[in-house]
Protein backbone atom coordinates (compact mmCIF):
# COMPACT_ATOMS: atom_id res chain seq x y z
CA UNK A 1 0.00 0.00 0.00
CA UNK A 2 1.30 3.38 -0.54
CA UNK A 3 -0.15 6.31 -0.05
CA UNK A 4 -0.67 8.58 -3.12
CA UNK A 5 -0.93 11.81 -0.58
CA UNK A 6 0.74 12.73 2.14
CA UNK A 7 -0.21 14.40 5.70
CA UNK A 8 1.34 17.26 5.37
CA UNK A 9 -0.87 18.05 1.81
CA UNK A 10 -4.12 17.39 4.42
CA UNK A 11 -2.88 19.53 6.79
CA UNK A 12 -2.49 22.64 4.29
CA UNK A 13 -6.19 21.83 3.28
CA UNK A 14 -7.78 21.84 7.36
CA UNK A 15 -6.65 23.53 9.78
CA UNK A 16 -6.40 20.69 12.72
CA UNK A 17 -4.17 19.84 15.93
CA UNK A 18 -3.73 16.17 14.61
CA UNK A 19 -0.41 15.59 13.99
CA UNK A 20 0.96 14.40 10.34
CA UNK A 21 2.04 10.71 11.36
CA UNK A 22 -1.24 10.45 12.68
CA UNK A 23 -3.44 11.53 9.68
CA UNK A 24 -1.30 9.42 7.78
CA UNK A 25 -2.10 6.18 9.99
CA UNK A 26 -5.13 6.93 10.71
CA UNK A 27 -7.28 9.54 8.36
CA UNK A 28 -5.55 9.07 5.16
CA UNK A 29 -5.08 5.40 5.37
CA UNK A 30 -8.77 5.14 5.25
CA UNK A 31 -9.02 7.44 2.18
CA UNK A 32 -6.33 5.57 0.40
CA UNK A 33 -8.17 2.30 0.99
CA UNK A 34 -11.73 3.75 -0.02
CA UNK A 35 -10.00 5.39 -3.52
CA UNK A 36 -8.44 2.26 -4.32
CA UNK A 37 -11.23 -0.53 -3.68
CA UNK A 38 -13.93 2.71 -5.21
CA UNK A 39 -11.59 4.01 -7.70
CA UNK A 40 -8.47 1.93 -8.46
CA UNK A 41 -9.57 0.54 -11.39
CA UNK A 42 -10.84 3.44 -13.71
CA UNK A 43 -9.27 4.32 -16.49
CA UNK A 44 -10.92 7.61 -16.92
CA UNK A 45 -9.25 8.72 -13.67
CA UNK A 46 -5.56 10.12 -13.91
CA UNK A 47 -2.76 8.89 -10.42
CA UNK A 48 -2.49 12.56 -9.89
CA UNK A 49 -6.60 13.20 -9.82
CA UNK A 50 -6.93 10.15 -7.42
CA UNK A 51 -4.32 11.66 -5.33
CA UNK A 52 -5.73 14.84 -4.77
CA UNK A 53 -9.45 12.46 -4.11
CA UNK A 54 -7.62 10.70 -1.51
CA UNK A 55 -6.71 14.33 0.49
CA UNK A 56 -10.07 15.44 0.43
CA UNK A 57 -11.32 12.63 1.55
CA UNK A 58 -8.08 12.15 4.21
CA UNK A 59 -9.38 16.12 4.99
CA UNK A 60 -13.10 14.63 5.09
CA UNK A 61 -12.36 11.99 7.63
CA UNK A 62 -10.42 14.43 9.75
CA UNK A 63 -13.21 16.76 9.88
CA UNK A 64 -15.82 14.62 10.77
CA UNK A 65 -13.04 13.45 13.72
CA UNK A 66 -12.74 17.38 15.01
CA UNK A 67 -15.99 19.27 13.86
CA UNK A 68 -18.28 16.53 14.29
CA UNK A 69 -18.53 17.42 10.84
CA UNK A 70 -18.91 20.06 8.76
CA UNK A 71 -19.03 23.32 10.80
CA UNK A 72 -22.08 25.40 9.76
CA UNK A 73 -22.00 28.10 12.39
CA UNK A 74 -19.78 28.53 15.12
CA UNK A 75 -19.09 31.64 18.11
CA UNK A 76 -16.81 32.73 20.02
CA UNK A 77 -17.65 36.16 21.90
CA UNK A 78 -18.41 38.87 19.30
CA UNK A 79 -16.46 36.66 16.57
CA UNK A 80 -18.58 33.60 14.45
CA UNK A 81 -18.04 31.96 11.68
CA UNK A 82 -20.48 30.54 8.78
CA UNK A 83 -20.48 28.30 6.26
CA UNK A 84 -22.81 28.62 3.61
CA UNK A 85 -23.59 25.59 1.55
CA UNK A 86 -26.05 22.44 1.50
CA UNK A 87 -24.47 19.27 3.66
CA UNK A 88 -26.44 16.04 3.56
CA UNK A 89 -25.14 12.66 4.70
CA UNK A 90 -22.08 10.87 3.63
CA UNK A 91 -19.49 12.71 1.76
CA UNK A 92 -21.79 15.54 1.55
CA UNK A 93 -21.39 16.04 5.18
CA UNK A 94 -18.15 18.09 5.02
CA UNK A 95 -16.58 20.47 2.58
CA UNK A 96 -14.07 18.19 1.70
CA UNK A 97 -16.28 15.29 0.91
CA UNK A 98 -18.15 17.55 -1.40
CA UNK A 99 -15.06 18.25 -3.09
CA UNK A 100 -13.73 14.38 -3.66
CA UNK A 101 -17.02 14.40 -5.60
CA UNK A 102 -16.52 17.00 -7.68
CA UNK A 103 -12.98 15.66 -8.28
CA UNK A 104 -14.29 12.19 -9.05
CA UNK A 105 -15.73 12.14 -12.71
CA UNK A 106 -16.63 9.05 -12.80
CA UNK A 107 -19.80 9.88 -10.55
CA UNK A 108 -18.92 7.06 -8.41
CA UNK A 109 -18.49 8.90 -5.10
CA UNK A 110 -21.87 10.42 -5.53
CA UNK A 111 -23.44 7.35 -6.36
CA UNK A 112 -22.34 5.44 -3.56
CA UNK A 113 -23.95 8.13 -1.00
CA UNK A 114 -26.95 7.84 -3.22
CA UNK A 115 -30.25 5.91 -1.09
CA UNK A 116 -31.41 2.91 -2.93
CA UNK A 117 -34.28 3.61 -5.27
CA UNK A 118 -37.62 2.19 -4.57
CA UNK A 119 -40.01 1.00 -7.43
CA UNK A 120 -43.81 -0.12 -6.45
CA UNK A 121 -45.28 -2.77 -9.56
CA UNK A 122 -48.46 -3.96 -9.71
CA UNK A 123 -49.53 -6.44 -11.70
CA UNK A 124 -53.18 -6.45 -12.75
Do not use: C, W
Amino acid sequence: MTLRSSGRNVKELIETSIEVDVIEANHLLTANNFVTDHLGTSTILSTAALADIEMYLAAHFVALTEEKGGITSESMGDAATKMFGKFEAGLGGTRYGQQAMSLDVTGTLRSLGSPALKARFTVV
